[in-house]
């Protein structure tokens, strides 16, 4: 034991920042872009249901697994919530992510996450984040591309990224929606996803490495 030092150990996620693999694709194709989002309106799901608001979502806090699966990191900014009545009034979270009612200072809910997680939909599906400013994000302001995406993924991220927090979907709503349920099951019964495979193949190279090398 170590009277002076505290010590965490924590899980290696292979494939690293989610970031750097949507910069490198630009943007996924469909059947990947709903196995990502799906995976983190779960994770969202999860902690609401646990009394917890993450509140700083972005590309750069997710992390992939070599089989595909997320996980969120920097949970620093993470508060419980009642998910009953309660509010919470700090200001955090990252700009061009953060939910208007953070940013005018406003008492603010669960659905405060659901507008980050339309943002960071946004960027997974269209390529890009939405706002390019505060000054639009607080507008309202931002084009959909046209001709890319069957028509059930606009009025969905509309959705989440609607100014008025009482009108953002829940969880539940999202994952319910015909469109995304199969892939809920999908996920639930452990489906890896194959984009990932260069990953794995070198997280197995590390693994044998690190062995050979213990061997010696």
Not at 65 to 91: E, F, H, M, P, R
Request: charged fraction near 25%; proline fraction near 6%; aromatic fraction near 12%.
């Amino acid at each position: 034991t170590d009277v002076k030092f505290l010590y965490m150990v924590l899980e290696y996620i292979v494939g690293g920042e989610f970031f750097t693999h949507l910069r490198k694709a630009g943007r996924f194709d469909h059947q990947a872009s709903k196995f990502f989002a799906t995976q983190i309106i779960l994770v969202f799901e999860y902690m609401h249901t646990s009394d917890f608001i993450y509140r700083d979502l972005k590309p750069e806090n997710i992390f992939v697994t070599s089989d595909g699966v997320i996980k969120l990191g920097d949970v620093g900014l993470a508060k419980v919530c009642d998910v009953s009545n309660q509010t919470i009034n700090s200001y955090c979270g990252t700009p061009l992510c953060m939910a208007p009612e953070i940013h005018d200072e406003e008492p603010y809910k669960l659905s405060a996450d659901l507008f980050s997680a339309g943002a960071v939909g946004f960027r997974i599906f269209y390529g890009r984040l939405p706002f390019t400013s505060v000054a639009k994000l607080l507008r309202g302001a931002y084009v959909i591309p046209a001709n890319t995406y069957p028509p059930w993924v606009e009025p969905l991220i509309r959705g989440m990224l609607s100014p008025d927090p009482e009108d953002r979907p829940s969880c539940m709503d999202i994952l319910k929606m015909p469109e995304l349920a199969p892939v809920v099951v999908e996920i639930s019964q452990g489906k890896q996803f194959g984009h990932f495979s260069n990953v794995k193949a070198k997280a197995d190279a590390q693994q044998r490495a690190m062995r050979d090398h213990i061997e010696e």
